[in-house]
Each structure stands twice: as C-alpha cells, then as structure tokens.
C-alpha cells in the first residue's frame, strides 16, 4: 500500500490534494458530491473582517487554456464565516482538513480578521495569507508585489495568531524566490503558489473587455509551466514546505509539481470542469507512486532528476 501522507511540519494531511481557494467555495456546495474528509484539506474561499459584494459582472471568461476572473474576493465576512450554518460549524461537523484562506486591504484588517479565526480556532488547521490584495495605505500597490509589505503584513499576522500560517505568493513579481525567503523570515511555516497572472482578453466585436473590471487573474492549463518553474524556484530557496497550484487537471500534472519540490498541491481551476477533479488527482497520484514503487508520497518530492 501507498503511504498518501502529508507531514507540513505544523500538522499531517491525509493526501497531497487539497482545493485552491476560491474555487470550492466553503465546501458546503460539494457536499453531496462526496465526503470532503477524501481531500487532503479544504480551503476555503477568501475571508475578509467584513463581507464583500466583489466586483461588477462580467467576471469570469473563458480563454484559451484556462480562464479570466476578476470576482474581487466576494464573501460573507469574518463574523458570518465563523457563525454562519452553512460555513465554519458546517465544515466542522464534516470532518475536513479546513484551512481558511484570509485577505485585507490593510495590515490591520489582516491582523483583525487573524486574531478573530484564532479565537475560534477548532477546527481551523492552518491560515492561507492572500498578499495578492492591493495595500489601500499605500497607493493600492499588491502587498505580494512588494517585498518589504511581504515581510510585514506576515510578521504581525504572526504576532496576532499561533496557527500554522501559509502565504500565498503572487506569480506577478520578477523573483518569487526573494517573496518566499521575505515570508518565511518573517513567520510563515509554509508557502503556497501560484496565484493567478494578470491578464486580460478583448472582444474584438464589441470592443470592450470580456470582463467588467477589465484585467483579471489567468489561471487553468496555460499557467501550468509557470506554476512548476516559480515550485522548483521556491522549493529550493527555502526550508519550510511548499504547496504548489497552478493548472493541475490531472494526477500527471501534480506529479510534476511534486517532482519540481512540493510537498502538496492544490486543485483549483479543474474543479469547474469536473467537481470530482481532486479525487482523480489523489487517484493519479498513487497510480503513478504504484507504477514506479514508490512507498510513499515524500519518495518523489524535488526527485526531479536533471538531464
């Protein structure tokens, strides 16, 4: 038999797959596709201190090789997410591996929303830092795209909370080994990426942008060799475990991802294809473990071998 688990220092997950957040809602919705305790953990879709509308439709487009979003982080706010039937006592009750994706347009509303998810901790294994959010304080520039913000906003999250914390690296930066190193410095146990590319597509009809906001995050099958370079980056720039995303439609995909220094993977983009798309990953992955005798998930980690 394959082992399929995951140490990441801070807490053991029971496979390599988690969901990529903001693609698998907060878990309730597939709940009667099946049992959400198969993953390797559910993240959730981004929380804020307070609820969010997002942005003006059209948001999402589809595009050659995976699709634009431009959603804005939509969501029912800290205070709803940890008291809402349907949100945290729901996947409480589910058994899942929850690991709650947060975001704020300040250092202080990330510290805010922080402290409230740690006072209410159970059943929260970890927290997934958005620095992808553009600083209000400072021009709207991203907090991932700076290194010094970077540092920042992670090391007071860190004062505020003793949950395992994973940041969630932006591709949009000319060095993403030098975010994770800042990161990692500043408190963050683990790293996660990537996050969407900006990008934007026409149409050439109407003239106008496919999206309302007009740019938006590519993510799908095109980012994926993106994804796995920035992976084996990352992976061999720091000592704490790497979770890599970023166009995984199959159990191959991932394998890659593992192979370039991930210790787990994501899901994202594939779930709206196919809802079952974590599952057939999980499975892929211990096919191709089965295939080669491997024992063991950790046997491929960074096992890439150089031509």
């Known amino acids: 038999m394959v ?9 053991k997950i029971a496979n390599p797959v988690m969901t990529a957040s903001g693609t698998f809602g907060y878990g309730f919705e597939y709940k009667d596709y099946y049992d959400l305790r198969e993953l390797g953990a559910v993240v959730v879709k981004g929380i804020a201190v307070k609820p969010s509308h997002g942005n003006p439709t059209p948001r999402v487009a589809e595009v050659a090789g995976g699709m634009l979003n431009a959603i804005g982080l939509q969501g029912p706010g800290v205070d709803k997410f940890l008291h809402g039937a ?15 994706n947060i975001w704020g347009k300040s250092i202080e509303e990330y510290c805010e929303v922080a402290a409230r998810l740690d006072a209410e901790s159970e059943g929260i294994a970890a927290l997934e830092i958005n620095i992808s959010c553009p600083n209000v304080k400072e021009g709207g520039i991203a907090f991932g795209t700076d290194l010094k913000l970077a540092h920042k906003v992670v090391s007071e999250i860190r004062k505020v909370t003793s ?3 994973i940041t969630k690296l932006s591709p949009n930066v000319t060095c993403i080994a030098d975010f994770a190193r800042a990161v990692a410095a500043a408190g963050s146990d683990m790293v ?5 590319l900006t990008g934007m597509a026409i149409n050439i009809e109407t003239r106008r942008s496919y999206i309302a906001n007009i740019t938006g995050g590519l993510s799908g099958p095109a980012i994926k060799p993106v994804a796995v370079r920035m992976v084996y980056e990352v992976a061999r720039a720091v000592e704490i475990p790497v979770i890599g995303m970023g166009g ?4 191959e995909d991932a394998v890659e991802f593992l192979l370039a220094g991930a210790d787990a993977v994501a899901v994202g983009t594939a779930i709206f294809v196919d809802p079952y798309a974590p599952l057939k990953v999980i499975k892929g992955i211990q096919e191709y473990l089965e295939r080669h005798g491997c024992k063991s998930v ?3 980690v960074g096992a890439m071998e150089k031509p």
């Not at 082992?3 to 807490?11: A, M, R």
């Not at 349907?86 to 709650?100: C, D, H, K, N, W």
């Open 298 to 300: 950790g046997e491929i």
């Open 248 to 251: 995984i439609m199959t159990g």
């Open 192 to 196: 996660s990426l990537i996050n969407t």
């Open 3 to 11: 082992d399929l688990t995951v140490d990441l220092g801070k807490f």
């Open 86 to 100: 349907e949100y945290m006592p729901f996947l409480r009750q589910s058994g899942a591996t929850v690991i709650v």
């Open 163 to 165: 949950l395992p914390l």
